[in-house]
């Protein structure tokens, strides 16, 4: 199988080095200010360093006003800082730099939020207008590409959402209606920054909330959307405010219903659930505007530069967004390139990230960075793995009497340091399977079940993600220990 992941593609007028993306992710290290600083530089210049074919800085408000921590581009003032932060990333590696482009509503911690039937129409051309200046700065700033966020619980996504209350020419009693301000603003900034210049759109292939739209109506947005000159389109999927869990006293998050997991799918979720998405948008495109050139992105919890090649050569999408697994190990581009995706730190998908988003606080990777570190860690120069202590592993478990298996070893040992443990469970003499990380000597499996026989292994890794040898096997035979479960081995004579 060719390495497609691996080879360049163009976008209008720009080529990628490769077809792997950093979706927008918001990390919170801008200040209310709204200017770039130097945690936010250090965060991209490591993706850059990582060899990521486009990074999309987070996104990024189009307003005039102060608009929380997040970063700005809504008036000249911020210029420099983003001019500078391109000109860095772009001094660090190989990779093109896109900026995501946002408008959002007013939210209120009592659990109220403006809705887009309150807007009034000159309010909406203020929105637009806002759109088009900000993207005109975005190219001023150097930037390889803009990216209109009309994804997830924000304002160009409420216009389309089959949702929107309004009753006018901007209203939600058709798709035409629901497309009008996305599709006069895609127009408006394609006239700003010239028919050269790269655009790209993220938008729900599908809202994930009742009544709301999906596939069927997605495969239209982007045939409109890829007519008015969107060069790529990033699917996502849900992220919105209707599912959405209250707090008393916090403002809502548009990620904490299903449709949230839809966006960011957890662990439990089987990975790549949206990519049929891509595929039915990439299918429509291809037959309803085969001389367009418009490009798919799909993302959602794509493990590997592997599981994205796989993607891209049965056509499903052109090129593959990577969020929280790029978060987790910068460098996996860079390792795919050179062969070596086994030392590849791989995220677990706990959303802890997430959390700390929804906190307002500086996004990190939680569960798997050292405490103290801000940034991934690095070790460009090492290709020494981590071995055991003589005495070895001194792997084993033990079954908890909720049904939890508690499985401990002993630390690894490395010149430069070690970084976490892989485990891996095999279960009834099975493969081996990699089912968590942990920066810790113990991990909890909490999906054991009574009449089974697991084997557990770890496998150390450092900084540079250089796997030690697997640790012997600790084996258990989860007996049954509830009285029901006792009648199930029974009635099928288990050998346990
Ligand atoms: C901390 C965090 C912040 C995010 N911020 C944004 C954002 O600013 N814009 C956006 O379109 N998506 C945002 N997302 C969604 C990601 O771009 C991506 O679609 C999602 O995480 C699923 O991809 P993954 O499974 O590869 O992580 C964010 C995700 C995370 C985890
Ligand atoms: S915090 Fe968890 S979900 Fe987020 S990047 Fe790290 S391992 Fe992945």
Redesign the pocket.
């Known amino acids: 199988m060719t390495n497609l992941i691996l080879a360049p593609i163009r976008i209008n007028q720009l080529t990628l080095p490769n077809r792997m993306i950093v979706?927008?992710?918001?990390t919170r290290l801008s200040g209310e200010d709204g200017l770039v600083n130097q945690a936010i530089t250090d965060r991209y210049t490591r993706f850059a360093r990582g060899e990521v074919g486009l990074i999309v800085v987070?996104?990024t408000a189009v307003h005039q006003s102060k608009s929380g921590p997040l970063l700005r581009l809504g008036s000249d003032e911020f210029l420099d800082g983003h001019r500078e932060l391109v000109a860095r990333i772009h001094d660090n590696g190989p990779s093109k730099v896109a900026l995501?482009i946002i408008h959002f509503l007013k939210i209120a911690r009592s659990g109220w939020r403006q809705t887009v039937d309150m807007l009034s129409q000159d309010e909406i051309k203020a929105i637009i207008q806002a759109y088009a200046d900000t993207a005109a700065r975005v190219r001023e700033a150097g930037y390889d590409a803009v990216e209109l966020?009309m994804?997830?619980a924000y304002t160009l996504s409420s216009f389309l959402s089959t949702r929107n209350k309004r009753r006018d020419e901007y209203g939600g009693r058709s798709l035409e209606t629901r497309l009008r301000v996305p599709s006069e603003v895609m127009l408006r900034v394609r006239q700003r920054v010239g028919d050269d210049y790269p655009i790209g759109v993220?938008f729900d292939a599908e809202e994930c909330i009742k009544d709301g739209y999906g596939l069927n109506d997605a495969k239209y947005m982007a045939l409109r959307l890829a007519q008015l000159g969107a060069n790529y389109v990033s699917l996502?999927a849900g992220g919105k405010f209707e599912d959405a869990q209250h707090e008393e006293g916090e403002a809502p998050y548009p990620y904490t219903g299903y449709s949230g997991d839809r966006?960011?799918?957890p662990a439990s979720f089987q990975d790549a659930p949206n990519v049929y998405l891509a595929a039915g948008v990439k299918a429509f495109l291809a037959t309803h505007a085969p001389q367009l050139t418009t490009k798919v992105v799909t993302?959602?919890?794509?493990r590997t530069p592997s599981d994205g090649n796989a993607i891209l050569q049965a056509g499903n999408a052109d090129m593959i967004?990577?969020?929280?697994?790029l978060?987790a190990d910068p460098d996996m581009p860079k390792k795919a390139r050179l062969g070596r995706e086994n030392t590849i730190v791989r995220c677990i998908?706990g959303n802890v990230?997430?959390q700390?988003?929804e906190n307002f606080k500086q996004?990190r990777c939680g569960s798997l960075w050292p405490r103290e570190f801000l940034h991934a860690p690095e070790a460009p120069n090492d290709d020494i793995a981590p071995t055991w202590p003589d005495e070895g592993p001194h792997i084993s478990t033990k079954l908890n009497d909720d049904g939890r298996v508690r499985v401990t070893w002993k630390p690894a040992i490395d010149p430069q340091g070690v970084y976490g443990y892989e485990v891996l469970r095999a279960s009834n003499g099975g493969a081996f399977e990699h089912v968590s990380s942990s920066l810790t000597t113990n991990y909890v499996d909490e999906t054991a079940l009574a009449g089974n026989v697991y084997g557990y292994c770890v496998r150390a890794y450092d900084f540079a993600g250089n796997r030690s040898v697997a640790s012997a096997m600790a084996e258990i035979v989860v007996s049954p220990r509830f009285e029901w479960v006792n009648k199930l081995a029974l009635n099928h004579e288990s050998t346990i």
């Open positions: 979706p927008a992710m918001v987070e996104a995501q966020h994804a997830h993220r996502s966006t960011m799918p993302t959602g919890k794509i967004g990577f969020a929280r697994a978060l998908y990230c997430k700390l988003d996004v």
